[in-house]
Structures are given as structure tokens and as C-alpha cells.
């Protein structure tokens, strides 16, 4: 059909599925048939078992290492140790301090000592046991403070027990206050608990070099420890990423990487490893477990005059991203206040508890837990509403941080604040009604523990702050590599980067950047493998800022050769053209050309990579704009406790949060909602117990995670106050929900119970005094 | 080793006493669909129907199934036609990792065929032995509210 115009002048509706919408997440059909593939769920012909030795001991010499029983055994293809390893035998993020296997030394429990290949992985599990290892057992290390300060403790690495010191001196460090309000305070070590266990295939390759797949958070920083321990060039050790079951930090650190990888390069074959659920507790960092002192001084008003801190978080055997992590507690210590005199001390340490490293809103998690009681505590003092003293210090835009960094974008913290406090309450219990009450909404459930006697109801607040980024001066940056042609008579983009999609959502945001800024509906994304530049870390709430900043950066070079190019079939200025739905478009609004008439048979691509504005090293007082972002997060939890049993049920938890742009508003509201339901485990039962060095709870059996009949129903409020300094003006939106989430909690149980509860998570005996 | 599973006849050779009935889906039927997540029936992943009945497929030892007959997460959905159940988990951004989303498919599936319209409370005891790390439940019980509406309506719509 030929139309006097010559081409469609439907201008269309814009295309669905950009920015600002929710479409459905591209491998969730995968998802829900059971057929995405999971790093576990790997296969190929002939493919070998990997399972891993470990360390019974928290501290011990190793004298020797006999593994002829476990060579002899049939079925068996490779046992290997430290001997065998061709490179470097030490990895980490960015101190290379932990061995791939051990040596002459195990400083955890749970350390890799050994590790057998065979053809089934029972036959591996079994060799495992035939190995003898000869242990000189050694008294641990597992006092965190005694790693700090007893200049007697044994040295676990050549530079000392204290990972890093960080002070924070802002003001008079001599500062009095009419009201003193003083604490200390613990947090237990949490566990990350994704539900896809640690495992990959390696895969030997006819250059010899490895293809290894594997479920990680950044495949390029694994690329570049497995190098080195492998003594091979990054073109031979290439990394794509598998189905990723959760990650929230546990998977920042090699695992089973290196290890897999010795084994196909020594038996020339496929070889699988999959942890189990118990070898997952071992396998991977946990949250740092912290003691916190805190002295908080006021005016009569309630308008805080100091804050002193020390804050010591148990880095355990390794240091995996420790630095990292005292870095936030220490810059983020005193919440989202305002304070003119701040005194700050933060230490990592070395000790031989379980390593320690990321998880979901690190080192911020327990200083706001810190915090966060301190107000209430001060409150308490003052007779004041704890909204209210929070309220008459709260930290807004302009405003200065410990650090001297200016906030220099929106920082609602009361607003979020009142907003939480004015969502509406659940219905009260009736206990009256000796009918009227339903097991399932009781403390204790259907345990049967109180039909309403003994249950108080309590309500308590908080909110809490987090760096968006990577901080400190590191050069953070994510590449992205889109293309522009014609397949099936579109315009189709394709968007390839490194980044790691986790779960969290990426692949749909990457998706939904370039529908946008292409205009273009068939948006692809390309697995993410070693073959393009780095996308950094899925960490630190940042991969939507970097990554989409990225991908909206490439998209916006492919935009305007496109352009450029129709301006040039056109005879018409590029300036005066934009992309809408397909089309070209001409200043006055007519439609000009179509996109696949442009293209024909082109393909344009573009690769960016695409840096956030830069951040700066802190000084010897820990001053500096280490920061990129802050981002805001409050929430509210009403909570029913049995007093006399102990048992707490959340009956509402509530929360507000600013994210500058909801890109795609429910993969928000469902980062809250998770971020949250974490916050609570770790306000109420989830723990990692260490015991002399040793973990006495490694399974979904005795460490606790939050089921849906523990997770309350939430309000969720989302603010957009945008950012001018970030794509879309977006906020990170991953970790605030957890910062905020256990401190208020808690403070509902105080509110409750009428106790001081120093200690997270809460448990039974903790509220009944019982031993 | 001789069962049905999602209505396939299948039947595996040199079946090790110890393996279960999850391992032998996965690595020898070539249907990793169902998840290993605790392998102690804590986390309900790798629920999978046994004669018409939920368990855990890490319990029940593989020689157990013998004879009888298995439904996973792959036998869900008809031809290219998703479940209302995953429909359902899907549009309500149910589905984040989605390791935990083919035992939840099971169970809730197992739900609404003896509950077809589950109040709030019957939806967190029929789930609570399903974990899930990464949604917080919200969205989960929005997809079981959901898909028990399309199904009352489908019923609606046949009467």
C-alpha cells in the first residue's frame, strides 16, 4: 500500500515497558516452568564431582596431609592440595590473605584443606573422609576485642590483628551535654542464607584455558583472583554467569571457584561442585558480628550535642571486604543526624571466628542498630516521643556529615519518618473475647502457647542511612556494550554487559533503559559473561546506577548515529530529529522515517564505560566526600510479645523510603518487602552461633530464616526525590530496608516488654531473664 | 528403578540405595526443575507431587517412587500454556531469584485444589514450609490471592 506520506504517520503510543513502568521480568517464564538453569543444575556428559575437605579446627598447624586412601579409591580422578596449586595459593577482594587451600595453617573452621574429584558425588564425599590430616590444635582467637587490644593475643596474619582502624573526629572531642544517655550494644553474625547453594562447572577448553560457570556477584573480580591463582592470562580463564539463586552478599568471595577450575585443568575434564546446605554455612563470609559502645549527649530539648562511638566488628580468619564494611559503620555511625561533635572509633579485626564480609546493607546494619537504640534510649530520658527526638535532629539536604561531606540531594529523613507514623494502626488484640482470638495471629502460633494471656503489643521506630556505590576513591565503573539492527523486519537492541543479575531484577531494568532511550519494544539481553568490559559489582545497592548508567549512556551513542544517519538519508539537521516508538521523528512532530529504514541492513553499536561522579580516600580524622549517595529508608513495626514465654510475633511492619526514581516501581516494592523480611530475621531469630570458634547451628534446621507465617503484612511508601546527580535521578533501593527494619523491631519489643534488649537477634530468654 | 513422572514413563538404571528421589530427578532424569536448597526438608524447593501427594523430593529416597507416580514444577504447565498458579507468581512479581518459586508452584497448586478460595491465614499455613529469601512473602501472597481469583473466575466462566 503506498500512502502519499510514504511512511506510517501513526505517531504511536510510547513504547510499554520503559522506565517508570513494571513489566514482567524476561526470565521469569524460565523461572516459573523450572527451567531457568541455576548454576546447579549445570550438566554435560562425563562431567566429574568435586567435594571439598575442610578444617574441623578453628586453629590449627597442619604437620601433614595423607591422602593415598582417597587417590585409591575407584571412581576417583583427582585429589589435590595446596601443592598443586599452579599460581598464587591466596585470593580476596582486595587483600590477598586467604589460601585456596590450606597449608601449613587453618585459621577457621571450615577452612579448605583438601579437595577430591570422582565420578559421583557420594564417591567424592567419601574419598573426602579417606583423607588424613594431622593437626597441631592450636587455642583460637575469638575474642574480637582481644584481637584489638591484648598486645598478647597471637598475630593470625604478618601485619596484626587489627584489619583496619578507622577514626572519625568531627568537632570538640571534649564536648559536655546536659543529658548523657550511654550504651552497648551486639549484633549476632548473620547469615546471607540464599537459597541456590555455591556451584559452577569448569570446563577445560581445547587453548587450555577454562570456561567456568558460575553463579557470582561480579564475574570480573573472580576473573581476576582466579588468574592469579591459576598463574594464567585472562584471556584463558573466561566466566559466564549461570542462574544465580540470591546472593546479598555471600557471593562476592570466591567459593568453589578456583578449586573447580584446579580440577579441570588437572584432569582435563568437566567438573561440577555444589555445596550442601551445611558446607554452605562454611562456605561463604557471613554479616560481622559487632560490639558497640555508644554515648550519646543532648540538650534538655533533645538536640544532640555528641556522639561517641567504638564500634568492633569481627572480621574473623580472612578479610574478605572488611575494610569495606568498617568504613560504613564508622562514616555512617551516628545515623541520619545532625551532630556538630562526632568521635568515632571502628575497628576490623582478625580472629579464628568464620570469615566475615558482605551482606546487604554491611556495616551499616549494625551501627543503626547502635544508633537507632541510642535515640529511643535518649527519648526514654527526655520523656519525648522517639519520632519526635528524631525528628529535632534529623539530617536534611545541605546539612554535614561526620566525614565534613555535604548531602548534597534530598535527604527526607523526617518525612519518612511521619509518613510511617501516619499509616494506620493494626486493630488491637481483644483477649477479652475468650473466642475471639486466632492461634495463627498469636505469639507461638499454633504451638498453642497463650490464648492472648501475657501479650503486650508494642510499636517502636527507625530509620536508617546507606552509601549507594563504591566509596573511598575506588574506581567504580560498569561497561555496556548495545546494538542497534533489524531482525525480523524491527528494530531490535541488544544490551550486553558483565553486570550480575542476582535475582534483584537488573535484566528487566536494562531492558526497560533501552526501550526508553531507543525506543525500541524488543529489547535482548545478553548473557552476561568475561567478553565484554567489567560491570562491577552487584553489590552495594549500585548496579542499577552504574550498570543503567551505562546502558543509558551506550543507548544514548547508538541514539545518535542513528540519528546522525537518518539526518543524513534525510537531508535534514540531526539536531532537529529524536526516536519515538520505532520512528523518526522531526521537530515539528511528523513523522520522517521509520528506525528499520534507517538501519537497513546496519548494525549500530556502541560500548560505554560509564563511571559515577568520583569519591575520595578519608584523612587520618576520616574526613573526606567518600560517599556517592545516601540513601533513606524508615520503618515502623507493631509487635506482639508473650511475655512470659518470651515469644514475639510482628504483627505489622511498615515502611517508607525515598529512591529518587522507582525505574520500575513493584521490582522496588519487592526489594523492600525482602530487605525488610532480612532486617526482621535478624531483629528476632537469625544467628549463626559460634562457639570457640565453632558453628554449632550450619543448616536451615537450626538457623532460622523468616517463613511467610513470621513475615507480617507491610505498607510500603515510595518516595521519588531524584537525585541530579544519578541516571534518572535514582536512588539505590537494595539495602535501606534492611538497616532500618531490625532496629525498629526491636525498639517495638522494648516498647513492649519494658527492657533494654542490648542485643540482636532478640531471643526468647533475653525478654523472660531466664539463663 | 521404574516410575511415572509428569506422565512419562521413566526408568533408571544402578540406582545407589542413599540417592534420593530429588537427586535422581535432577541428575538422572534430566529435570533439575525441582531445587536443592537444605536438603533436609526445611526449605520446601524441591516439593514435588508423589501420587497425588506434596513432599519433599530430598526426603523420600529414590527407590521409594517406584511404581508410583511423580508431578514437578515441569509438569505444571500444559504445552506452551503456563498454570494459572505460575501465571499468577509471575504477574505478581512473585519471582525474584525464583529458586524457591518450584516447590511454592507445587505447594500452592496443592493448596487451591483442596482450598480453592484460602483466607490469609490458610495461605501462610499452607507456605510456611516454603522458604523464600528474597520476596518477603508479600508478593507471594499476592500471586496466591490472584491465582485463586482466575481459577474461581475460569470456573465461573465454564458454569
Known amino acids: 500500500m503506498s500512502t502519499p506520506t510514504r511512511t506510517d504517520q501513526n505517531l504511536g503510543t510510547d513504547i510499554a515497558g520503559g522506565v517508570g513502568e513494571s513489566p514482567l521480568r524476561p526470565d521469569g517464564t524460565l523461572k516459573v516452568k523450572g527451567e531457568f538453569a541455576y548454576s546447579s543444575d549445570l550438566w554435560l556428559t562425563g562431567m566429574l564431582w568435586g567435594a571439598t575437605l575442610r578444617s574441623p579446627h578453628p586453629s590449627a598447624r597442619i604437620r601433614s596431609i595423607d591422602i593415598t586412601e582417597a587417590v585409591r579409591t575407584d571412581g576417583v580422578y583427582a585429589v589435590l592440595t595446596h601443592d598443586d596449586v599452579p599460581g598464587d595459593n591466596l585470593y580476596g577482594l582486595e587483600h590477598a590473605d586467604q589460601p585456596v587451600l590450606a597449608g601449613d595453617v587453618v585459621r577457621y573452621q571450615g577452612e579448605p584443606v583438601a579437595i577430591v574429584a570422582a565420578d559421583h558425588p557420594e564417591t567424592a564425599r567419601r574419598a573426602v573422609n ?13 575474642d574480637p576485642e582481644r584481637a584489638v587490644f591484648d598486645d598478647t593475643a597471637p598475630a593470625l596474619h604478618a601485619g596484626g590483628n587489627v584489619l583496619r582502624h578507622l577514626p572519625i573526629r568531627k568537632g570538640d572531642p571534649d564536648a559536655t551535654a546536659d543529658v548523657v544517655v550511654y550504651g552497648e550494644y551486639e549484633v549476632g553474625m548473620q547469615d546471607q542464607a540464599f537459597l541456590g547453594p555455591e556451584s559452577g562447572l569448569a570446563v577445560p577448553a581445547d587453548d587450555g584455558g577454562i570456561d567456568l560457570y558460575i553463579a557470582t556477584q561480579w564475574l570480573h573480580v573472580d576473573q581476576k583472583q582466579l588468574c592469579r591463582v591459576l598463574g594464567m592470562p585472562a584471556n584463558k580463564v573466561r ?60 540538650t534538655r530539648d533533645g538536640k544532640l550535642v555528641y556522639v561517641k562511638a567504638r564500634i568492633i566488628l569481627d572480621g574473623g580468619a580472612y578479610a574478605s571486604s572488611t575494610p569495606a564494611v ?35 546493607g554491611f556495616g551499616a546494619v549494625q551501627a543503626a542498630f547502635g544508633y537507632e537504640s541510642q535515640m529511643d534510649k535518649l527519648a526514654d530520658e527526655l520523656g519525648m516521643d522517639p519520632v519526635e527526638v528524631r525528628r529535632r535532629n534529623a539530617l536534611h539536604e545541605g546539612a554535614t556529615m561526620p566525614t565534613g561531606q555535604v548531602v548534597d540531594s534530598a535527604a527526607p529523613v523526617e518525612e519518612l519518618l511521619e509518613r510511617v507514623k501516619a499509616m494506620p494502626l493494626p486493630a488491637e488484640p481483644d483477649a477479652s473475647d475468650e473466642d475471639g482470638y486466632d492461634l495463627r495471629l498469636l505469639p507461638g502460633g499454633v504451638s498453642n502457647t497463650t490464648h492472648g494471656e501475657g501479650v503486650r503489643r508494642g510499636i517502636g521506630y527507625a530509620i536508617g542511612i546507606k552509601n549507594v556505590c563504591f566509596s573511598e576513591g575506588f574506581d567504580d565503573y560498569s561497561t555496556a556494550q548495545v546494538t542497534l539492527k533489524v531482525n525480523g523486519g524491527d528494530a531490535v537492541a541488544t544490551v550486553y554487559t558483565a553486570a550480575a543479575e542476582v535475582g534483584q531484577g537488573l535484566v528487566t531494568v536494562q531492558q526497560q533503559i533501552a526501550r526508553t532511550e531507543l525506543g525500541v519494544e524488543r529489547v535482548v539481553i545478553q548473557p552476561a559473561d568475561t567478553g565484554v568490559g567489567s560491570g562491577g559489582s ?37 539536531n532537529q530529529l529524536r526516536l519515538h516508538a520505532g520512528k523518526i521523528v522531526s521537530a515539528d512532530e511528523t513523522v520522517v522515517a521509520a528506525v528499520v529504514d534507517v538501519l537497513g541492513d546496519e548494525a549500530i553499536t556502541e560500548t560505554v564505560t560509564w563511571r559515577h561522579r568520583p ?51 513493584d521490582a522496588v516494592v519487592g526489594q523492600i518487602h525482602g530487605g525488610s523480611a532480612q532486617g526482621l530475621g ?63 523491631i526491636v525498639a517495638a519489643i522494648r516498647n513492649a516488654t519494658g527492657l533494654d534488649l542490648t542485643r540482636v537477634p532478640v531471643q526468647p530468654h533475653h525478654i523472660t531473664g531466664t539463663p | 528403578m521404574k516410575c511415572t513422572v509428569n506422565g512419562q514413563p521413566q526408568e533408571i538404571d544402578d540406582v545407589w540405595e542413599g540417592e534420593s528421589l530429588l537427586y535422581a530427578l535432577r541428575e538422572r532424569m534430566g529435570l533439575p526443575g525441582s ?41 505444571l504447565a500444559s504445552d506452551d500454556e503456563l498454570h ?10 512473585a519471582v525474584q531469584c525464583g529458586f524457591c518459586t518450584p516447590g511454592l508452584l507445587v505447594a500452592t497448586h496443592d493448596l487451591l485444589e483442596r482450598e480453592p478460595h484460602p483466607s490469609d491465614p490458610e495461605i501462610r499455613e499452607a507456605l510456611a514450609g516454603n522458604l523464600c529469601r528474597c520476596t518477603g512473602y508479600e508478593k507471594i501472597l499476592d500471586a496466591v490471592r490472584q491465582a485463586a481469583t482466575t481459577a474461581a473466575q475460569a470456573k465461573a466462566g465454564l458454569e
Request: charged residues 20%; contains cysteine; hydrophobic residues 40%.
Open chain 1, 538 to 574: 552487584t553489590s552495594a545497592s549500585r548496579q542499577t546506577y552504574v550498570t543503567g548508567g551505562a546502558v543509558k549512556a551506550a543507548c544514548e551513542q547508538v541514539r545518535t548515529r542513528v540519528l546522525r544517519q537518518a539526518a543524513k538519508k534525510l537531508d535534514l539537521p540531526a
Open chain 1, 239 to 298: 566466566l559466564s554467569l549461570s542462574g544465580v539463586g540470591g546472593a546479598f552478599g555471600a557471593r562476592e568471595d570466591l567459593s568453589m571457584q578456583a578449586h573447580a577450575c584446579l580440577f579441570a585443568l588437572h584432569t582435563g575434564r568437566p567438573v561440577k561442585m555444589m555445596y550442601s546446605r551445611e558446607e554452605s554455612f562454611f562456605g561463604h563470609v557471613h554479616r560481622h558480628p559487632a560490639k558497640m559502645r555508644y554515648e550519646h549527649g543532648a
Open chain 2, 84 to 93: 494459572p498458579v505460575q501465571q499468577a507468581f509471575l504477574d505478581a512479581g
Open chain 2, 35 to 75: 531445587k536443592n536448597a537444605c536438603e533436609q526438608g526445611e526449605c520446601g524447593s524441591c516439593t514435588v507431587y508423589l501420587d497425588g501427594t506434596p513432599v519433599c523430593a530430598c526426603l523420600v529416597a529414590a527407590g521409594q517412587a517406584q511404581d508410583r507416580d511423580v508431578v514437578t514444577v515441569e509438569g
Open chain 1, 130 to 142: 579417606k583423607i588424613v590430616v594431622s593437626y597441631e590444635v592450636q587455642e583460637p582467637l575469638v
Open chain 1, 682 to 744: 535478624l531483629a528476632v531469630m537469625e544467628e549463626i552461633q559460634v562457639s570457640g570458634g565453632t558453628v554449632r547451628n550450619p543448616s536451615f534446621t537450626d538457623y532460622l530464616i523468616p517463613t511467610i507465617l513470621d513475615m507480617p503484612p507491610m505498607r510500603v511508601d515510595v518516595l521519588e526525590l531524584a537525585d541530579p546527580n544519578a541516571p534518572y535521578g535514582l536512588r539505590g533501593v537494595g539495602e535501606p530496608p534492611t538497616i532500618s527494619s531490625t532496629p525498629a
Open chain 1, 326 to 360: 568498617v568504613a560504613n559503620a564508622a562514616t555512617l555511625g551516628v545515623g541520619p543526624y545532625k551532630v556538630r561533635n562526632v568521635s568515632v572509633d571502628c575497628y576490623g579485626v582478625y580472629t579464628n571466628n568464620p570469615p566475615c564480609g558482605a551482606m546487604r
Open chain 1, 615 to 665: 569519591t575520595y580516600p578519608l584523612d587520618d580524622n576520616g574526613q573526606g566526600n567518600a560517599h556517592v549517595q545516601y540513601a533513606f529508608a524508615a520503618h515502623r513495626a507493631v509487635v506482639d510479645v508473650d511475655v512470659e514465654l518470651g515469644l514475639v510475633r510482628v504483627v505489622q511492619l511498615d515502611c517508607a523510603q525515598d529512591v529518587g526514581k522507582a525505574m520500575n516501581p
